[in-house]
């Protein structure tokens, strides 16, 4: 099946590992040309240099999502190197969920930063680029908990719950010039950070992950590539009449839609 991607510039922030390079790799499947960023530099230039020889076209820039400016300066040093942006990933970010009483003001302005404000800064350094094709598509990830909060969930669920708002208005404010704007509710993935998890709880990868799926319907945690088949799915010609609305891929755990 021709997705309509051959030739499309993507721009994916936390480009380098998990979801985005899961990502990154779906789409030089299908001849998109790559902007990728993340902050660790060495281990983003090693995975550019793997993409380059599958022969995708790769920039790899090193960002922090997190400061005022990163953004804006990825999606132009995108747009100066291949002329154009179609399509927009915002996927930096990490899962930050504890009580709130333990949540201070640094870990808020945090969350928000590199949350939030990073879709929020991206987004509006790309859309006038996308204006003037006439067509732009911008996935941003959220969690589906962001639908659904439960206790101890800050502040993740809230920053992504004001994600989804943005992403939803988004949506509406430019589908006449083109731009669709969609999300990603992701639930349990496997990924570096529920690693980290299992070694924090004192458990092996393999024992949390199993701890995990119970509360799974499907019984298992997600892979990266699953997620990575529905960011490709939103971004093409295939999804060309789905626009602000939020995709759960969390293996039923979610009570919402």
Not at 45 to 55: I, K, P, S, T, V
Not at 107 to 118: C, E, F, G, P
Not at 141 to 153: L, R
Request: aromatic fraction near 6%.
């Amino acid at each position: 099946m021709d997705l309509g991607l051959r030739g499309k510039v993507a721009a994916i922030t936390g480009g380098s590992e998990g979801i985005g390079r899961a990502t990154a790799l779906r789409f030089v499947e299908e001849g998109v040309r790559l902007a990728l960023c993340a902050r660790r530099g060495a281990v983003l230039n090693a995975f550019a240099d793997e993409l380059r020889a599958l022969g995708g076209e790769v920039l790899a820039l090193s960002v922090d999502a997190s400061l005022p400016g990163e953004m804006e300066r990825f999606i132009a040093e995108t747009v100066n190197h291949y002329g154009r942006i179609d399509i927009l990933v915002n996927n930096a970010g990490s899962t930050a969920q504890g009580p709130f009483e333990k949540a201070d003001d640094a870990i808020w302005q945090y969350d928000l930063s590199v949350k939030l404000l990073a879709q929020v800064r991206s987004a509006r350094a790309a859309i006038p680029h996308m204006k003037k094709q006439g067509d732009g598509r911008i996935i941003n990830i959220s969690m589906a908990g962001a639908k659904q909060p439960h206790a101890a969930s800050f502040p993740t669920s809230v920053s992504r719950a004001a994600g989804l708002a943005f992403t939803k208005a988004l949506s509406k404010e430019f589908a006449g010039d083109g731009i669709r704007v969609n999300a990603i509710g992701l639930g349990w993935i496997k990924s570096r950070q529920q690693e980290r998890r299992a070694e924090l709880a004192g458990l092996t990868v393999e024992e949390h992950y199993k701890k995990q799926s119970s509360n799974v319907p499907l019984q298992r945690l997600g892979e990266p590539d699953e997620v990575a088949a529905v960011i490709v799915f939103l971004a093409s010609d295939a999804a060309s009449y789905v626009t602000g609305t939020c995709v759960n891929v969390d293996g039923g755990h979610s009570g919402v839609l």
